[in-house]
């Protein structure tokens, strides 16, 4: 079993910048592949990116390109969503998500586990 946690959300300005963490415990491995989507409300959760733990391989949605940055620090088995020149259509609930394989996956489906999701609210 996995556990995430997470945390960073917040209310921000349109231009500004937040970062989220989910901090992973449980039986996490190396292979796994961790994901940061997102749901407005509404709406279906969407992909914004996604990062294998050993090849660090990286992945994003093409709305959070060049502004988006996912990122680990493996002693801590934190994973991080740096988010730059927010706009108000990145307003969501962010959820961390780990799947057990490290072959990367867009689609909620694929991912066993989930963190319990971190507001961001961007004012325009």
């Known amino acids: 079993q996995v556990q995430l946690v997470e945390s960073g959300g917040g209310l921000v300005q349109a231009g500004g910048s937040l970062r989220l963490s989910c901090a992973a415990s449980?039986?996490?491995?190396?292979?796994?592949?961790m994901a940061w989507f997102r749901q407005a409300p509404g709406k279906e959760r969407d992909f914004v990116a996604a990062?294998?733990?050993?090849?660090?391989?990286?992945y994003y949605a093409d709305s959070v390109k060049g502004r988006f940055t996912i990122f680990t620090v493996n002693v801590n088995n934190t994973v991080y969503l740096q988010m730059n020149n927010l706009k108000p259509e990145d307003s969501a609930v962010y959820f961390c998500?780990?799947?057990?394989?490290?072959?990367?996956?867009?689609?909620?489906?694929?991912?066993?586990?989930w963190g319990q999701g971190t507001q961001v609210t961007v004012s325009s």
């Open positions: 998500a780990a799947r057990r394989l490290s072959n990367y996956r867009n689609d909620a489906s694929g991912y066993e586990y």
């Open positions: 449980g039986r996490t491995h190396s292979s796994y592949t």
């Open positions: 990062i294998t733990w050993n090849v660090i391989s990286r």
